[in-house]
């Protein structure tokens, strides 16, 4: 695992979207796995910036996204289709067909989340994976558990979970109870890994994942057994690391 340090969120941001334009310009028809949550932003935000000024080409790259709540429509604006749409792929010159996340809006989930497993293993999975952490070690939506989970599954959030992506709702009540997650193996399976993290409530949880015991009760722990582990973080996010 190679950790970088930086300033601050901007710098972060800056530095993991250097990562990815990296990534593309060197393999324009990579594969990308993609995170929603805050962190990932300000990334989105630089890699749009470098698109519209011509310097990242983003029409031959396809995305699969890590995870869905279970329930919601495409359309619906707490989805993370919407999301996506909304903070990347609208601005950046990708074709919206070579997008890919899981289809919360289909009740059936064994048939959902094996036809999203069926894609992701076609599109031969991603050379670069783009990942946030959870406050309690989450990836994806891989909570706390007593096993690392495989392929695609429908979880249950934990109440801390539920809690903390209740700021991006109106009321806590209407943050679905469930969603659809790819699993730890298929998220190991890419040949990259790319951690972004910024702040203080993050500190634990980094420190966990790079120097804590390798355990499914902190899902982003087994990210220290992959070969080719970038993790992008702030000076408040690494406060608990050891500096060198
Ligand atoms: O970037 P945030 O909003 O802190 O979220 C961290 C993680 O939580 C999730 O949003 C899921 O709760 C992940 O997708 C993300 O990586």
New binding site residues.
């Given amino acids: 695992m190679r950790i970088i340090r930086t300033i601050d969120y901007r710098d972060m941001s800056r530095k993991a979207a250097n990562i990815i334009s990296a990534q593309v310009i060197l393999k324009p028809d990579s594969v990308l796995g993609l ?7 300000g990334t989105y935000g630089q890699l749009a910036a470098w698109c519209a000024k011509g310097d990242c080409d983003f029409s031959k790259v396809h995305t699969y996204n ?2 869905e709540y279970r329930g919601l429509t495409h359309e619906d604006p707490q989805s ?1 289709h919407y999301f996506m749409r909304k903070n990347f792929f609208d601005k950046i010159n990708i074709d919206i067909a070579n997008t890919h996340v899981p289809d919360g809006s289909n009740p059936n989930a064994d048939e959902a989340c094996a036809e999203y497993d069926r894609m992701v293993e076609e599109a031969g999975y991603p050379d670069l994976q783009l ?5 309690n070690g ?4 891989n909570e706390p558990d007593d096993v690392f989970s495989k392929g695609t599954h429908c979880v249950t ?1 934990t109440p801390s ?1 539920i809690e ?2 209740s700021r ?1 709702f109106e009321r806590e009540e209407d943050v679905p109870r469930q ?1 659809y997650t790819m699993g730890v193996q298929t998220i190991m399976r890419a040949r990259s890994i790319l951690v ?2 910024n ?1 203080e ?2 500190a634990q949880a980094v420190y966990d994942m790079c120097f804590g015991p390798v355990t499914p009760k902190v899902p982003a722990s087994i990210l220290q057994l992959h070969t080719n582990c970038v993790v992008v973080a702030d000076e408040e996010a690494l406060s608990l690391c050891p500096r060198d």
């Fill in positions: 995170a929603t949550g805050t962190t990932p932003l890590l995870d993370y990942l946030g952490i959870g406050r989450h990836i994806g939506f959030l979970t903390a992506n991006l969603a972004i993290a702040g409530a993050k």
